[in-house]
């Protein structure tokens, strides 16, 4: 696929990066030359220095010929133009705009006889929900919604007193009969370990778990990895994130914000309710922390725009007493050395915003695309078109389908909207047309293999 990319920020060069990594054509267009040669000597890609509003540097870089453009610079307006130039001009079939301002959702602007917007990714939103069902399921390290929300994969490591250390997952499928959920990979020191009924759990591994909306707290209870809900939250920066998320917490949680800028103090005690608590500081001041209780949170979340605040102001806090710590970190190579240290997670808005972009990078159809494991595996959710002439799922057992070693079928939503329910397919589960089914891929070089499973065949009417 040839794709343009507006924006050489560390949104942009996240999504260069994991599109280079599958085989696209890319092409990155940036005002600044030393930047494109940083990227272009580290990435394989073309850069084009210029203004990627004007149409005569679009044509230099190829958007006649183009796929996909994605315009992900800093500033709504400059993607906004850049994206009603691109396919008024040049009719590129796709467009991807990144908004910090949701106001442009409103209305038509964003249709075909406005910006001509395909689809709006705004990372600040996308990190916000991320945070909150970190929230609402606190003994996760990650979790992801399938199918409208039908269906949740939870990402979970193993502590002591869990129901599955030591034990193999027939052992802890004996014990809970009962409850529908599947385990589609185990990782113990960053390595997969071979899946099956005889596969031994130990402390300190991390565990994927699929299951319905309504059964996941039940399988994360029955993991028995102990965690009190989350009642009392701290969160070091106001920024767009932090207002955001505050306003979610309202009356849910006893929420305080530290801000080390006045004037925004000010701003988001006019915006946040009463009982929201926004302190003037900063959040790496051991003073103020321990002055606010930071030992009695159940939830410690830095947020400001600098990686090294972020990373000390969580690793005090933790130290402080705080149950939990989350630490957002632009630089994705800050998140990767932080996995498993004193910050409990580490979260790169980049890589949380990714999938939304792989979406339309992904052939057949497939409904969403969600990254795993700082990008180096996926989950993917697939309709299953056609019927057993014209389709590789329709009218086939789960055990017949043809899946690259390691990828696995976590689970199968069936039905629309009320309707819709969950299963955990067995081996002789048969895939229905219409079905959405989630299958776990342990590496992006099986991933063209998967999609080839959602494309019908030529024959297909």
Not at 319 to 325: I, M, Q, S
């Amino acid at each position: 696929m040839r794709i343009l990319i507006l924006g050489a920020g560390r949104v942009g060069e996240s999504v260069a990066e994991t599109l280079v990594s599958e085989a696209n054509d890319i092409t990155l267009i940036n005002d600044e030359p030393q930047r494109l040669r940083e990227l272009e000597e580290r990435l394989e890609l073309r850069g084009v220095t210029g203004n990627g509003t004007l149409p005569s540097v679009l044509r230099g870089a190829g958007a006649e010929d183009c796929d996909l453009f994605i315009a992900a610079t800093g500033h709504d307006a400059t993607n906004l133009v850049a994206c009603k130039v691109a396919h008024d001009v040049f009719g590129i079939p796709t467009t991807i705009a990144r908004l910090r301002s949701m106001e442009f959702g409103e209305g038509e602007l964003l249709g075909k006889e406005g910006f001509a917007v395909d689809r709006v990714i705004c990372p600040e939103e996308s990190v916000t929900q991320y945070l909150q069902l970190l929230v609402d399921y606190p003994e996760a390290l990650q979790v992801v919604r399938f199918s409208q929300g039908q269906a949740h994969m939870a990402v979970v490591r193993v502590a002591a007193g869990s129901a599955l250390a030591g034990r193999s997952i027939a052992e802890f499928r004996a014990r809970q009969p009962e409850l529908p959920m599947r385990i589609v990979a185990v990782y113990r020191d960053d390595t997969e370990q071979p899946l099956g009924p005889d596969t031994r759990v130990l402390v300190g591994d991390e565990i994927f778990v699929l299951a319905g909306r309504e059964h996941l707290r039940g399988a994360l209870h029955a993991i028995g990895n102990p965690d009190r809900q989350v009642r009392r939250v701290m969160l070091a920066g106001g920024g767009r994130v932090g207002l955001r998320l505050a306003r979610q917490l309202a009356g849910r949680c006893v929420v305080k914000i530290i801000e080390a800028d006045r004037k925004r103090c000010d701003y988001l005690a006019g915006e946040l309710p009463a009982d929201t608590l926004v302190l003037h500081g900063d959040g790496s001041d051991e003073d103020l922390l321990q002055d606010e209780d930071v030992g009695g949170m159940d939830l410690f979340i830095a947020l400001t725009s600098d990686d090294e605040d972020n990373i000390l102001s969580s690793m005090l806090a933790k130290r402080l007493g705080a149950r939990r710590v989350i630490s957002l970190v632009n630089r994705r190579v800050y998140a990767e050395l932080l996995a498993g240290s004193t910050i409990d997670i580490a979260i790169s808005p980049s890589q949380v915003v990714i999938g939304e972009l792989l979406l339309h990078v992904r052939r057949g159809a497939v409904a969403a695309v969600h990254s795993l494991r700082r990008g180096m595996a996926e989950a993917l959710e697939g309709i299953a078109r056609g019927d057993a002439k014209t389709s590789h799922l329709v009218g086939r057992r789960v055990e017949q389908i043809k899946l690259p070693a390691g990828a696995r079928v976590g689970a199968i939503v069936r039905g629309e909207d009320d309707a819709a329910r969950t299963l955990v397919p067995r081996h002789d589960t048969v895939i229905e047309e219409n079905d959405h089914v989630i299958i776990f891929v342990p590496s992006k070089r099986m991933v063209r293999e998967v999609e080839k499973l959602f494309q019908v065949r030529a024959t297909f009417l």
